[in-house]
């Protein structure tokens, strides 16, 4: 097990996540029975959902999907899911608005958006995030695309350290 607080291993043991390719840990929890033809002709389930974490200073590398992802907040550290539109790159902050400033307790990604995510440490000793992502239509991991550096340069001015800080 990875060394985090007590916390963030007894979620990862209780809700048997695992390493996701793009960092952190996760479970797919729903798979839609339901199957739908999209747009391009592709027949897909209707939704998934997922838990996903992230501990310390794990992060969700810039990647991107053919479908909306929805993101809920469940517990622990605020999570800023940065995107790239229209040249800039736009932060939600994803987290209980009681506790955290400016926070909201869901977050959208559009579809073939590229996207990334960090747990914002905000000192209290918390040293995880645990959300919920729920994707529709269903994710695959072939519509999944992971980025790099050199992928990316130029698509968000000015914002060059963010997108090699969170490039694997």
Same mark, same amino acid.
């Given at each position: 097990? @990875?060394?985090?607080?007590?916390?963030?291993?007894?979620?990862?043991?209780?809700?048997?996540?695992?390493? &996701?390719? $793009?960092?952190?840990?996760? %479970? $797919?929890?729903?798979?839609?029975?339901? *199957?739908?033809?999209?747009?391009?002709?592709?027949? %897909?389930?209707?939704?998934?959902?997922?838990?996903?974490?992230?501990?310390?200073?794990?992060?969700?590398?810039?990647? %991107?999907?053919?479908?909306?992802?929805?993101? &809920?907040? &469940?517990? +622990?550290? @605020?999570?800023?899911?940065?995107?790239?539109?229209? +040249?800039?790159?736009? !932060?939600? *902050? =994803?987290?209980?608005?009681?506790?955290?400033?400016?926070?909201?307790?869901?977050?959208?990604? @559009?579809?073939?958006?590229?996207?990334?995510? $960090? %747990?914002?440490?905000? +000192?209290? +000793?918390?040293?995880?995030?645990?959300?919920?992502? !729920?994707?529709? @239509?269903?994710?695959?991991?072939?519509?999944? $695309? /992971?980025?790099?550096?050199?992928? /990316?340069?130029? =698509?968000?001015?000015? &914002?060059?350290? /963010?997108?090699?800080?969170?490039?694997?």
């Amino acid at each position: 097990m @990875p060394a985090h607080s007590l916390a963030a291993n007894e979620l990862i043991r209780t809700l048997a996540l695992k390493p &996701h390719p $793009e960092g952190g840990f996760y %479970r $797919e929890t729903y798979r839609s029975e339901e *199957r739908i033809v999209c747009a391009d002709q592709r027949t %897909r389930e209707a939704s998934t959902a997922i838990y996903y974490m992230l501990c310390g200073n794990d992060y969700s590398a810039w990647h %991107r999907i053919r479908s909306d992802e929805l993101w &809920h907040f &469940h517990a +622990g550290s @605020p999570v800023a899911v940065h995107s790239i539109a229209d +040249g800039g790159i736009v !932060t939600q *902050r =994803l987290g209980d608005p009681l506790r955290h400033t400016g926070a909201s307790f869901q977050a959208m990604v @559009p579809a073939g958006r590229w996207f990334a995510a $960090e %747990r914002v440490d905000l +000192g209290d +000793g918390v040293d995880f995030a645990l959300v919920g992502c !729920t994707v529709a @239509p269903a994710f695959q991991f072939s519509d999944f $695309e /992971l980025a790099d550096a050199a992928a /990316l340069a130029g =698509l968000a001015s000015g &914002h060059d350290t /963010l997108l090699r800080r969170l490039s694997r």
